[in-house]
């Protein structure tokens, strides 16, 4: 069971979007509607920040939005602003009866 | 609202056992959720253990199943993770995280305890 596949590092200026992937396998993100997205903000507890793949949940701006297509998941955030800057985080629920997360992104915002 | 809150030694030698308490307020453990343990090695990603229902119902990250025990103590209204034989490499931040549920679907891990530092060292 590998982690799943998120780039290092992305960056965007105030006002921009960017989009974060993440990609695994059939047996993870390609065989399930069960992809979460989570922020982290230094020194903190991840936060919430999309479920089953495109749903927010309540107290999320509707900046932050997710999709999917195959076995790539995506988060895609509009309009950054600078408290947008964190690390983010995929996850997806596994044929193993398992949960597994992505090695995560850093955003920059500019 | 809902509040977890992590405890537990925070130095463990080599070849012990880690052990960690989840205290849930807020919410019933009898609720038809599960109960998650994540932890984060300094400086790096997340990481899942395993998890927890209140009917006693266990899944464990295959790669760490030998060494991981999750108990619930439904009187105290906590759970309970325990890793044996550690090694530096358990050295971490470690979350417990509610995996809300309702009506047999399951909404992503939306309360998070604060977190705790385990250091593995001699």
């Known amino acids: 069971q590998s982690a799943l596949t998120q780039p290092a590092s992305v960056s965007g200026s105030p006002g921009q979007s960017i989009t974060i992937s993440c990609t695994g396998t059939s047996s993870d993100v390609g065989g399930y509607n069960f992809v979460s997205w989570y922020q982290q903000h230094p020194g903190k507890a991840p936060r919430l920040m999309i479920y089953h793949v495109s749903n927010r949940p309540s107290g999320v701006s509707d900046r932050f939005s997710g999709s999917k297509s195959g076995n790539t998941a995506s988060l895609t955030i509009s309009g950054l602003q600078a408290e947008d800057e964190a690390d983010y985080y995929c996850s997806s629920y596994t044929t193993s009866s398992a949960w597994v997360f992505g090695g995560g992104t850093k955003l920059t915002v500019l | 609202q809902v509040q977890l809150q992590e405890s537990g030694p925070g130095l463990v030698k080599p070849s012990g056992t880690l052990s960690l308490t989840c205290a849930i307020s807020?919410?019933?453990?009898?609720?038809?959720?599960?109960w998650n343990w994540v932890r984060q090695p300094p400086g790096k990603g997340l990481e899942w253990i395993g998890q927890?229902?209140?009917?006693?119902?266990?899944n464990y990250k295959p790669s760490l199943k030998t060494r991981v025990t999750i108990s619930v103590d439904k009187s105290k209204s906590r759970f309970s993770l325990d890793v044996n034989s550690v090694t530096a490499a358990d050295t971490a931040v470690y979350y417990c995280?509610?995996?809300?549920?309702?009506?047999?679907?399951?909404?992503?891990?939306?309360?998070w305890g604060q977190g705790t530092l385990v250091t593995v060292s001699s």
């Open positions: 927890i229902h209140s009917n006693g119902m266990t």
């Open positions: 807020g919410d019933s453990i009898t609720n038809d959720n599960w």
């Open positions: 995280a509610r995996e809300r549920c309702s009506g047999g679907s399951c909404n992503g891990f939306d309360n």
